[in-house]
């Protein structure tokens, strides 16, 4: 089964850190089909709920595989005017074309591989 687990430290003024929470949960059988990037996500927006009352007005620190990549991928896009519109498969047939028949390439132009 696959499982949420997050940690809630806190740092004093020394620098050192203390632990204030343990938490996890099962996920149900709709998010354990979820991919990667899915469940690293859904983690993030878990913990960050799970703990809204100790996070809520403060700043904190994140840490997550999944932050760095998203953090690389994102400002790789700032750049742009762009709006992210969600299309049916169906409706998105040139973009599922190229999805299931990708072209062989060896360069690797955003830092994926």
């Given at each position: 089964?696959i499982e ?10 020394l ?47 994140l ?5 760095s990549?998203l ?9 742009y ?18 999805s ?7 360069k690797?132009?955003i830092?994926a591989?």
């Amino acid at each position: 089964a696959i499982e949420l687990r997050a940690v809630l430290i806190q740092k004093d003024d020394l620098g050192w850190k203390y632990v204030i929470a343990f938490v996890s949960r099962s996920n149900n059988n709709i998010e354990s089909n979820y991919s990667f990037y899915e469940r690293e996500a859904f983690a993030i927006v878990w913990t960050i709920t799970y703990f809204q009352f100790d996070l809520y007005d403060q700043c904190f620190i994140l840490s997550n595989k999944l932050i760095s990549k998203l953090t690389r991928w994102t400002s790789l896009l700032q750049e742009y005017n762009f709006e992210i519109v969600h299309g049916a498969s169906i409706t998105n047939l040139d973009a599922n074309e190229l999805s299931y028949n990708p072209y062989p390439s060896q360069k690797d132009l955003i830092g994926a591989r």
